[in-house]
């Protein structure tokens, strides 16, 4: 029969035992770091952009086409030479830094403190570039590697293991990022690690706390996207809503293949040139990008956080093909191989999507349908439904919408996965992969026994 806990013994054990407060001590350390580290690349991020849109507006705005493509190409070269574990989103990089039989010399190809700050700055230089790319990605790799730098104070009897380390970080980074600490705690447990030991929980909640703390105190606790007015939501909003859910989960889910495909090198030809002439490649893919910007007046560059406020707030004129300009912007600043993000530009185009139905259809929930098609694409996208609506619903305060952003996001998701496989886990594989190259069939053949005979 199981005893009740004794309260004093539990207490006296508990400040008995010195070294674990000085263990959630250097935790809470950490976990402020890394909450500092995502706001300074918060303030970094934002401050290039600036820079780039007053080259934008400069003359007409046709500098961008020799200052992006450079650009691209430099940052593309700096990756490559200084930092190849920066390149990309950054979630991948730390879901497959959690694989158990890695060598630590091997998972500091993905996390460490020289990549955070590799991150920090050549994403900077990202969006001083102009290119179609978030940060919130990358904050996930920045905290985690901050948080994961703790583990060398712990001996192996220590009950923080780096494992823990890594999610909380990660969890830490979407919280500060996002302002949206739900979403932190959720991410963890949908994205980074499919199981959650009882005891990492607390390290979570502490390192999301600490980490959010930072960026509060350094923007003050506002929604990201403000808060939107919504309508009485009806039966008339349910074809709007279930066609916003469903455009988002076809298109979602072949971003995420296309993705997949270009990022693991599965359109070979292309793929070769990559490999052949990846500088030269960059510039090209910058070009492109800065084409598309001034076609568009400037609305794919960047993230794309303004255009989803003014959407949200009624007054964007955005222009016809937004939505497929977009697209392409975002998958080709991926596929060049600068670091940088998906999450916001995800937002950005499910945005455009919800801004499109409700046009076509004359609706007037448009902020609903906005916000809708923002939580439907990022869940087609990332395959992970529960973190999407609840990013959404705490960056525009839309309480009042949870069950529409859950159907929404649930709905797309379940399209998605008909079309591609999950995105971040198929990259954290590849990269798995490229780091231990699995054994020739042949010597698998002979370290294993035969089989029996029937």
């Not at 007409?60 to 086409?65: D, E, I, K, Q, R």
């Not at 046009?359 to 916000?371: E, F, H, Q, R, T």
Request: hydrophobic residues 55%; aromatic residues 8%; proline residues 5%.
């Amino acid at each position: 029969m199981q005893q009740e806990p004794d309260f004093v013994q539990n207490l006296r054990q508990e400040f008995g035992e010195g070294w674990r407060w000085v263990e959630r001590g250097i935790v809470l350390a950490y976990a402020a770091a890394a909450g500092l580290c995502v706001v300074g690349f918060t303030m970094v991020a934002e401050k290039a952009f600036d820079w780039f849109m007053h080259i934008y507006h400069w003359q007409g705005g046709w500098a961008v086409l020799l200052w992006t493509p450079c650009l691209t190409a430099a940052i593309v070269w700096a990756t490559r030479r200084w930092a190849p574990g920066a390149a990309g989103s950054g979630i991948p990089q730390v879901m497959a830094a959690q694989e158990t039989a890695l060598h630590d010399q091997e998972r500091s190809r993905f996390v460490s403190l020289w990549l955070s700050a590799s991150k920090i700055t050549l994403a900077g230089f990202g969006f001083l570039a102009g290119l179609s790319i978030g940060r919130e990605g990358p904050s996930v790799q920045v905290a985690a590697g901050v948080m994961h730098h703790a583990k060398r104070w712990f001996g192996p009897r220590s009950g923080i293991t780096g494992h823990a380390l890594l999610v909380a970080g990660g969890a830490a980074g979407i919280a500060a990022a996002f302002n949206a600490p739900l979403a932190g705690i959720v991410f963890a447990i949908e994205e980074l690690s499919r199981k959650l030991e009882a005891r990492a929980s607390g390290l979570i909640i502490a390192a999301i706390v600490l980490a959010g703390l930072m960026g509060v105190s350094a923007f003050g606790n506002l929604n990201y996207f403000g808060r939107i007015q919504v309508p009485s939501l009806d039966w008339h909003a349910l074809l709007p809503g279930i066609c916003v859910a469903l455009s988002c989960g076809a298109l979602g889910g072949l971003f995420a293949k296309l993705m997949a495909a270009s990022l693991t090198g599965a359109p070979e030809r292309l793929n070769r040139i990559r490999a052949q002439y990846p500088i030269r490649f960059a510039a090209v893919g910058g070009l492109l990008i800065a084409v598309i910007g001034l076609v568009t007046s400037g609305a794919t560059f960047g993230a794309g956080s303004e255009e989803v406020k003014h959407m949200l707030a009624g007054e964007a004129e955005m222009p016809t093909l937004y939505v497929t300009l977009k697209f392409i912007a975002t998958w080709l600043s991926a596929w060049v191989g600068v670091p940088g993000g998906i999450f916001a530009p995800s937002l950005s185009i499910g945005a455009g999507v919800g801004h499109n139905v409700s046009l076509m259809m004359g609706s007037d929930i448009a902020p609903a349908l906005i916000a809708m098609g923002m939580a439907a694409f990022l869940a087609a996208v990332t395959q992970a439904p529960l973190t999407a609506f609840i990013i959404v619903m705490e960056m525009v305060d839309g309480h009042s919408m949870v069950l529409s952003l859950m159907a929404a996001a649930m709905l797309a998701s379940l399209v998605s996965r008909m079309i591609a496989r999950p995105l971040y886990e198929t990259l954290a594989n590849y990269m798995l992969a490229q780091v231990r190259p699995a054994e020739p069939a042949s010597t698998q053949a002979a370290v294993q026994p035969p089989a029996s005979s029937p």
